[in-house]
């Protein structure tokens, strides 16, 4: 009744009940799994496969259970030493500290910098700093620390000049890579008010308020992790079935020595738990190994560090749970198609026609449950997650059970071409089963991926713009406002080098009343040559002073800048004192017409020449200087702001950009990209152990091709053929379920549909090269087997 | 009774002091062979003796160490790769105990297959195919899956496809091998009747003497030395 | 197809009289004897279960004075029955490299004739190998023709003539093996 070993009690008749079935059970999954690790090389090799198949499935999907834990942990960090938030007091006490924000951007990293000057012993400290660092010293990130002490660090040296007196704690930082100091600092008082200057009692926003995403971008997770994580899944399945031609032969001989069919199902799913399970071991290595390598790599601007990716216990359960299970579960539904005679494997000559019905409602049922969802998650809309979620995977599974009918319907009618292209069609049409589940796992990935791009380009809508702001009069616009004059900020910047030109003036608010003013315009201080820029003016000498009533910054100029008025720079706001100073306008103010700036606003309010304003004034103006950079030198803009750091260490700096491009969107769309090519690079993993394997298989037949004359070239091509034409179908199908599922989605968030066609050719372009890539790495393989030796086997 | 080939005419294959070494295994120890237009010889010996080794080296699938090798006159050593492969598809034909026909292709296609290899068109290449599976009585199998059909039908489809490119040799390694006696023996008969109509020289590889029986002659190979039979009388 | 070869179909399974003949021959040529030693060699080497009588032995050997081809060496009288030495002429000697040389017509059940043919070639120091290959290709040619009739021919034919293939193929498979095992044979032999 079963291929039992001798040592079984001959006396067990097999019932279908009872604890004596139990145990059979138990003993035949047993016989299984020892098959999987003694039967000679073969089969160890075989599990081995699975194991590492199975097991960077396991990584991945470890990984992701990781990461809400690791997102979690970094804002509870960054929540801790926040300093906007936190309550600002009135006055220095014992308790309070100054802080001055001084970040800076060195050759694109973003670098976190504070001033800190404790104004008392119990001055509250951030976390991660022992002790305040005393005035010309600063305590850095290990990560600043090593690019200071690097080459080539040298502009960024010489905006910090401070000695260095030790390290932030990893409590005080975002990541392990973040680029960050606290620097001593005195006389922050003078520059508290509008600047970045600011007095605190303590860090941290007194309660965790987790940010807010919107639903958009809720969305958007979700869909990412339901796109990145089928595919995980695809491939697992993928992994559990190498090799499984061996195995069905194997199970062909314990049928000969009596097994039934439900014992040779029981020991084929003890094999599949046993590869599943070293998989398991395997994902448990290499997520520890991946988890230390994941502080050294910096993604989406962040980097983790290895305790921040502990996976959640439920999640981590259900995977330990799942796998095995899915093992078993795609090994049974594997051995349906195959009928295991005693004398070998039989499959069913021609599998049952495709039925259509049941692969078309599933992704009909996923398109019912998002349809009436239309618009629901734009805006504010509270939207069922569930819903979503439920309804993409049954889109996305959808696509998973669609492929095979229409790889098999599609290859049914290719036909004609070159004799590779008719070897591999014809190979396709004999097993399309196999060849779509393979390709399966890119298609779920390329729609999924295609679906999201969709999604990021319309969306770019409302986070990339086109700021108006124009790049070619200039690049980087400088502010100081510790009383340097912007001729002397002009002065210094274009000693420091990297500048092509400059416009320098000194601008302020001004209002009527010197505290809590209810309208407000701009001034300009600058000579002729500069006010030129900012308005179109018939005549200009010094001592002239205009009037532009219209522009984007005030409407209420005509109001305030009455000709002849005292008007008080910087006015003083509740929680930021201004300068106040005092200013008589001139009594002859002629109006004129504002230019555009660089920033692509019409400038407004009051343009004076330095000599018709009045020297006591001066302490309420900001220096302001456009600089458009000398693309000649390479580093222009960090010797810029180098400078710039040197006149004023709070010196802000403003890059201009002609589109507005959310950072953070574009990482997640890199993110996304890299995440897809990893997927498309397993399942090239996968197919290229499939295509090995069935190359092994046919040694003979390829060696009696090449007696009778075959040609390498059509070989190869066939091989070539045989990967690109399912993987082709796979991405042009996917490309349509990507671009109906990115549709129905932007509905739901009431965004424009727009189908982003760059963004579907890189998902081609990677597909192409993993099939290439396939191609090239069985290339010796085929080679090598196509060698004559093949013949003499007997 | 034999067919009797002129004993003047030129050999077409020829070949002298063969030698081939496998590692330390010698294969081939001076081996001789040839072959005229339109002759059946078959090379027997024990499993082991060298006799597919000399097949693969006359069908120049597989360069000797040593020794000369003509085909039609010209020295098979100086042929590239290259133009040994063109050789097997044009003027030779190859027929396999058994894993020779592509699994996933028709009978009909499996036929066309060198025809295709040499170039020709698909729908003449099948038209032509169809008349040798007629002519192998396996007309009726043209649309069926190698996997569909038994050895015996397997191997005349595999003789059909040997025979498409009017081969000027036939080279036949265990042809019978995996077949019984009665679809053996037919499988011999419409592959030497074949052969003959179409005056290809036929090697044939057998250890089994009826099989050898439908030779005119036979080179008996023992531990890589040859001898022709038909000076041991 | 042998126009040399004269002979008929033989009883089955008994060494011939005609190779009687040249057996004695054969085993003459490693020097001369006594019909008693000659009686005594051939059981040991050929007779097996069937020991030749002496009867047979003289008549054989008076045959073979006859024509030549052995003669007396000399006669020892004395008790018991007379005893003459027999000695192989040369013209004996030249019989019996053609009986070796020349393939027995293949037929079925040629075993002990064959077997016989090789000993007596390994005991006189002659190329047993190639009295085995000239007997396989001649079993081939026959195979051959056997073939070529069967094509031509009807079932009945067909069935006669696979018979004799099936049969004459048995003798080829026994010509092979002990072409391998010759090198023991001689071993066991001399």
Not at chain 2, 12 to 32: F, P, S
Request: net charge neutral.
């Amino acid at each position: 009744m079963s291929a039992a070993p001798a040592s079984a009690p001959p006396a067990a008749p097999p019932g279908p009940t009872g604890p004596d079935a139990r145990q059979g059970w138990l003993r035949d999954l047993a016989m299984g799994a020892r098959f999987a690790v003694t039967g000679g090389r073969e089969s160890w090799v075989r599990t081995l496969l699975t194991g590492v198949g199975v097991g960077i499935g396991v990584t991945l999907l470890l990984l992701t259970t990781a990461i809400p834990n690791a997102l979690a942990e970094r804002s509870t960090r960054t929540d801790a030493r926040n300093d906007y938030i936190a309550a600002k007091t009135e006055g220095p006490a014992p308790n309070t500290l100054l802080l001055a924000s001084t970040d800076t951007t060195f050759r694109h990293q973003d670098v976190r910098g504070r001033l800190v000057e404790p104004e008392g012993p119990k001055a509250p400290l951030p976390p991660g700093v022992r002790a305040f660092p005393v005035p010309g010293e600063m305590l850095v990130s290990p990560a600043l620390k090593e690019l200071l002490d690097s080459g080539g660090s040298e502009r960024l040296r010489e905006r910090l000049p401070y000695r260095i007196g030790g390290t932030i704690g990893d409590e005080g930082l975002a990541g392990p890579h973040e680029l960050a100091y606290y620097a001593g600092a005195t006389g922050l008082e003078d520059r508290l008010g509008n600047g970045p200057v600011q007095r605190l009692d303590r860090f941290g926003t007194e309660e965790q308020e987790p940010e807010e995403l919107g639903p958009a971008l809720t969305l958007l997770i979700l869909i990412i992790f339901v796109v990145l994580l089928m595919p995980v899944g695809v491939f697992i399945a993928a992994a559990v079935r190498f090799g499984g031609e061996r195995r069905d032969r194997r199970l062909a001989a314990l049928r000969l020595m009596g097994a039934d069919g439900r014992t040779t199902r029981l020991i084929a799913s003890g094999e599949a738990v046993a590869g599943a399970v070293l998989g398991l071991v395997l994902g448990t290595v290499f997520f520890l190994i991946a988890r230390q390598l994941a502080s050294q790599i910096t993604l989406f601007d962040l980097s983790f560090f290895p305790q921040d990716l502990t996976p959640h216990p439920a999640l981590a359960a259900l995977v330990v749970l799942a796998v095995p299970g899915a093992a078993i579960a795609v090994t049974l539904l594997a051995l349906r198609g195959v009928v295991i005679e005693p004398l070998g494997v039989v499959r069913t000559a021609k599998p049952p026609r495709r039925r259509l019905w049941w692969r078309l409602l599933l992704p009909v049922a996923g398109l019912a449950l998002l349809l009436p969802m239309s618009g629901e998650a734009g805006g504010d809309g509270d939207f069922n997650e569930w819903v979503v979620v439920t309804g993409t995977v049954l889109l996305l599974v959808g696509v998973t059970a669609l492929l095979p009918w229409l790889v098999e319907a599609l290859v049914l009618r290719l036909g004609g071409g070159a004799l590779s292209w008719q070897l591999a069609v014809r190979r396709l049409q004999l097993s399309s089963g196999t060849a779509a589940r393979m390709v399966n796992g890119i298609a779920v990935a390329v729609a999924g991926a295609i679906a999201l791009q969709m999604m990021f380009t319309s969306l770019e809508g409302d986070y990339v713009q086109d700021s108006g702001q124009d790049t070619t009069r200039a690049q980087v616009r400088i502010d100081v406002d510790n009383s340097a004059s912007a001729r002397e900020l002009e002065r210094a910047l274009r000693a420091g080098g990297g500048v092509a030109d400059s416009l320098a003036f000194d601008t302020a608010t001004i209002a009527a009343k010197p505290r809590e003013p209810d309208t407000a315009t701009d001034i300009s201080v600058g000579s002729c040559a500069a006010l030129r820029q900012l308005a179109e003016l018939p005549s200009c000498h010094e001592g002239d002073a205009f009037l532009l009533p219209g522009g984007d910054y005030s409407e209420d100029t005509a109001e305030v800048a009455r000709p002849g008025r005292t008007v008080y720079l910087s006015p003083s706001y509740e929680g930021s004192p201004g300068a106040e100073a005092a200013w008589r306008l001139p009594a002859r103010l002629p109006t004129a017409k504002g230019l555009k700036d660089p920033l692509g606003m019409e400038t407004s309010g009051v343009l004076v020449t330095p000599s018709a304003f009045s020297e006591s004034a001066r302490k309420g103006l900001t220096a302001q200087v456009y600089v458009r950079l000398d693309k000649s030198t390479p580093d222009a803009v960090d010797r810029v702001r180098t400078s710039a750091a040197r006149v004023d260490p709070l010196a802000n700096e403003l890059t201009l950009v002609s589109e507005n491009e959310d950072r953070q969107f574009a990482a997640i769309r890199t993110g996304l990209l890299v995440g897809a090519s990893c997927v498309l690079m397993l399942i090239g993993a996968s197919l290229l152990i499939s295509q090995l394997e069935q190359l092994r298989e046919r040694r003979k037949l390829l060696s009696s091709l090449v007696a009778f004359g075959t040609r390498r070239r059509t070989l190869s091509l066939s091989v070539l053929w045989q990967t690109a034409l399912p993987v082709a179908l796979g991405v042009v199908l996917a490309s349509a379920v990507g671009i109906t599922l990115g549709a129905v989605l932007l509905k739901m968030v009431s965004a424009p549909v727009r189908v982003d066609w760059t963004g579907v050719a890189s998902m081609a372009g990677i597909a192409t090269a993993v099939v290439l890539a396939v191609t090239a790495l069985s290339m010796p393989a085929l080679l090598r087997l196509m060698r004559p030796e093949g013949l003499r086997t007997e | 009774m034999n067919r009797q080939v002129p004993p003047g005419e030129a050999p077409l294959l020829h070949a002298q002091e063969l030698r081939k070494q496998y590692g330390a295994t010698t294969a081939l120890d001076g081996a001789e062979f040839s072959i005229r237009p339109g002759e059946v010889v078959a090379v027997m010996g024990p499993s082991g003796s060298g006799k597919s080794t000399l097949l693969h080296c006359l069908a120049g699938i597989v360069t000797p160490d040593s020794g000369s090798l003509t085909y039609d006159g010209r020295q098979m050593a100086a042929m590239s790769d290259r133009e040994r492969s063109a050789l097997r598809r044009t003027e030779f034909g190859f027929v396999f105990q058994f894993g020779q026909l592509v699994p996933e292709l028709s009978c009909v296609e499996n036929v066309a297959l060198p025809l295709r290899l040499a170039g020709t068109g698909r729908r003449a290449a099948e038209r032509e195919a169809n008349g040798w599976l007629e002519r192998l009585e396996v007309a009726e199998l043209a649309g069926k899956r190698p996997g569909e059909i038994s050895g015996g039908q397997g191997q005349r489809v595999a003789v059909a496809r040997s025979l498409v490119t009017r081969p000027r040799v036939l080279f036949a390694d265990e042809p019978t091998g995996a077949l019984d006696s009665l679809n053996g023996e037919r499988v011999m008969e419409l592959l030497t009747e074949a052969a003959r109509s179409a005056r290809a020289a036929v090697v044939l590889v057998t250890h089994e003497a009826r099989v050898a029986a439908y030779s005119d002659r036979e080179i008996v190979v023992r531990d890589g030395r040859s001898r022709d039979m038909a000076h041991a009388a | 197809m042998h126009p040399i070869y004269t002979h008929h179909v033989y009883p089955v399974c008994i060494v011939l009289p005609m190779s009687i003949g040249h057996t004695l021959l054969g085993l003459l040529e490693s020097g001369p004897r006594h019909g008693y030693d000659l009686k005594r060699a051939f059981d040991e080497k050929f007779g097996h279960d069937k020991p030749l009588h002496y009867g047979q032995v003289y008549s054989t050997m008076s045959r073979l004075l006859k024509n030549g081809l052995v003669e007396v060496d000399g006669v020892e009288s004395g008790e018991g029955p007379e005893r003459k030495r027999y000695a192989i002429t040369d013209a004996g000697v030249t019989d019996v490299q053609q009986w070796l040389a020349t393939p027995e017509k293949p037929e079925p059940y040629l075993q002990s004739t064959l077997y016989t043919k090789v000993v007596l070639a390994l005991l006189t120091r002659r190329d047993a190998a190639e009295l085995l290959d000239s007997q396989r290709a001649a079993h081939l040619r026959m195979m051959r023709t056997l073939t070529e009739r069967k094509r031509g021919g009807d079932l009945a034919d067909q069935l006669i003539c696979d018979h004799a293939l099936f049969h004459l193929e048995a003798d080829l498979r026994w010509l092979e093996l002990t072409a391998a095992r010759l090198e023991k044979l001689a071993l066991e032999v001399r």
